[in-house]
């Protein structure tokens, strides 16, 4: 690549990048993962070219590694992203951030009727369409679509 | 967890609801049988409902087990904030089965999740109500001498009505045609009618309810139409009257037809039609004794042999 149009970024040894967000939920994953209260080493990129996007946004993270939890709700606002696992500066792990089969405590049911709005206890949603987004709650059966989720 | 609870319709397999009605059949013959001699059964009413908690600890009472329980949270602990999961517990310790009704949706199955003593939904909000199924099924089974290929008429609101909905569900074996009438405010759910398609069943839409779009039914089974559900109240003025059946409809239906409501009724079915031998609604609230007394014994454990016995 042209060395003009290389990213100055250095390379981490050790933690994730998050590549391919689209531009427009970047922030949204940023507050997800709630980035702003951390104390680690952590660069942004918005609005990047993308050939399978035209503008990406990528995070990359130094000494971090996510937890399944963590993944899952990026899944569910930027299904494409793909997730590297950095060690000894040499990506170990890339993974395509497609929807789980199940949610659990990640969503909060719309249904106000439902049990797990009214319990202390986690909520748990079948993902029925996964190319759709479509997730079902596995104690109402009320279904909601990706968007219309309130992430909890 | 979870063991043999009976929280949704949905579960049964078409041979289970099959054993289910054959031994509701045997209770009717005799519905009181010692079989629970040993056994405390909690009835744990979160929501009040007198018919169906009646009809359950009757099943309870002709089986010769205890009843335990509350008839309204009120005077509980529930009242002072203690969690489902909390009362579930505590009542685990005594009962050897739970039947509840709760104003929550989910409330049942998450129940079943949190103890090892079996659950009975007795309706958890506008979302299950097995048993009812259990008695509708059995109601028809009895009155028709089978399940399959029937035309079955479903009529008031089909929005909100949970009957109405896991009564498809609970057909979906037995090759019915469904036929739905009801105003457009009430119409039958998108979900639902995808429902039908998944599952081969047809079904056909009717707005206007008269002598002739009744006619080819073998099971009209009426609902209410409920004021409160109604966000445009003109719209109720007009359509309140649309949707009751009376006697003089009854003149083109078929020899063989029965209808059904699950009760309680205001003013959507006619008194003059209580007296048409095709009037069954009150019998349909007797089968729900003997559905009852055979749900109760599946989930305790008990088989078809042993109720013989």
């Known amino acids: 690549m042209d060395t003009k149009n290389k990213l100055l970024v250095a390379a981490i040894e050790n933690g994730s990048v998050i590549d391919h967000i689209p531009s427009d939920k970047l922030f949204t994953v940023v507050s997800l993962l709630g980035l702003e209260k951390m104390n680690l080493k952590i660069t942004i990129g918005f609005n990047l070219t993308s050939k399978k996007l035209g503008k990406k946004g990528i995070i990359k993270i130094a000494d971090k590694f996510f937890t399944d939890n963590e993944i899952n709700k990026i899944s569910l606002v930027a299904p494409h992203a793909v997730l590297n696992i950095i060690r000894d500066y040499e990506v170990v792990e890339k993974r395509d951030l497609s929807l789980p089969d199940t949610l659990i405590g990640i969503v909060k049911c719309n249904n106000p009727k439902c049990i797990t709005n009214n319990e202390p206890m986690k909520t748990v949603f079948h993902v029925v369409d996964k190319e759709k987004g479509v997730l079902q709650c596995h104690y109402c059966e009320k279904e909601q679509t990706k968007e219309e989720a309130v992430i909890l | ?309």
């Not at chain 2, 089965?97 to 103890?115: D, K, P, Q």
């Not at chain 2, 089974?141 to 009529?155: A, R």
């Not at chain 2, 559905?291 to 042999?305: K, M, N, Q, W, Y």
Request: a negative charge; hydrophobic letters at 40%; charged letters at 25%.
């Open chain 2, 1 to 309: 967890m979870g063991n043999r609870s009976l929280v949704t319709i949905a579960d049964l397999t078409k041979e289970k609801i099959l054993y289910l009605l054959d031994m509701a059949k045997e209770f009717e013959k005799n519905p009181n049988r010692k079989i629970l001699d040993d056994k405390v059964v909690a009835t744990l009413f979160f929501e009040p409902s007198t018919r169906t908690r009646l009809s359950f600890e009757t099943a309870v009472n002709r089986l010769g087990g205890r009843v335990i329980g509350f008839a309204n949270p009120a005077n509980t602990s529930t009242s002072k904030g203690e969690s489902l999961k909390d009362t579930i517990k505590m009542v685990s310790n005594y009962a050897d089965l739970i039947i509840m009704r709760h104003f929550l949706e989910g409330a049942a199955l998450y129940a079943s999740e949190v103890t090892n003593v079996p659950i009975i939904n007795a309706g958890d909000g506008t979302h299950q109500h097995p048993s009812q199924t259990m008695l509708d099924l059995y109601s028809i089974q009895k009155t028709q001498g089978t399940l399959d290929n029937l035309n079955i008429y479903l009529v008031g609101d089909l929005k909100y009505g949970r009957t109405v909905h896991s009564l498809i569900m609970a057909m979906r074996f037995f090759h019915p045609t469904f036929h739905f009438i009801a105003p457009d405010e009430l119409k039958m759910p998108d979900i639902y009618k995808e429902y039908c398609v998944k599952n081969n069943i047809k079904y056909v839409e009717h707005s206007d309810f008269n002598e002739d779009t009744i006619a080819n039914a073998d099971i009209l089974y009426m609902t209410r139409v409920q004021r409160e559900r109604f966000t445009d109240l003109v719209e109720y003025e007009r359509v309140k009257n649309v949707y009751i059946l009376h006697e003089s409809m009854l003149g083109k239906t078929r020899p063989n037809m029965k209808i059904l409501h699950p009760l309680p009724r205001i003013n959507e079915i006619s008194d003059d039609v209580d007296n048409n031998e095709k009037a069954y609604y009150f019998q349909q609230a007797q089968n729900g004794l003997y559905a009852r007394e055979a749900i109760i014994c599946d989930v305790l454990g008990f088989t078809l042999d042993q109720i013989k016995q």
